[in-house]
């Protein structure tokens, strides 16, 4: 969470309806063996995630063939297809009362690999720079922080070790 910004409109953009309060968001790229490849700067936490990742320059890096793995939220298809690079979200029931059995093998393989990209950003996480509510004149800094710190997690043994 961010300190409550002085200014109204900052407040409103920072404001996550989804955890009730002012945050920050930032996209990460991880290679499958748990590597950090891509940091994004810190955004608003209203911004939406499909903005997030046209701002961040994250589309400029992929490569065709590569692959991104997202939340059911990220509506990017359209962006990642028209760069040959495939999505990994797993499939969600919506309206149906089961998965198909193609379903339930694709969620298997998405969660085997999804657990390495949790793990990468537990690391991260444990350098403790986002905990707590962080005070508005360290933001303009915070980004380049979590970014050394996501390339001191490269230096740690490979989470497929």
């Known amino acids: 969470f961010i300190q409550r910004p002085s200014s109204l409109s900052v407040q409103s953009a920072s404001f996550s309806s989804y955890k009730n309060a002012n945050t920050c968001k930032l996209l990460v790229g991880i290679t499958p063996d748990g590597a950090f490849t891509f940091i994004s700067s810190l955004y608003e936490g209203s911004i939406i995630d499909r903005n997030s990742v046209i701002a961040s320059g994250l589309l400029d890096k992929l490569e065709r063939g590569d692959s991104v793995m ?80 996501a390339m001191l997690c490269n230096f740690l043994p490979s989470l497929c070790a």
């Open 70 to 149: 997202a939340d059911k939220g990220f509506e990017i298809a359209d962006l990642l297809l028209s760069r040959g690079v495939r999505l990994n979200i797993p499939p969600f029931l919506d309206k149906k009362r089961q998965l198909l059995p193609s379903e339930v093998r694709s969620t298997k393989s998405i969660a085997a690999v999804r657990i390495h990209v949790e793990r990468a950003i537990g690391r991260l996480k444990a350098y403790r720079l986002l905990d707590g509510t962080i005070d508005n004149s360290l933001f303009d800094i915070l980004d380049r922080a979590v970014f050394v710190a």
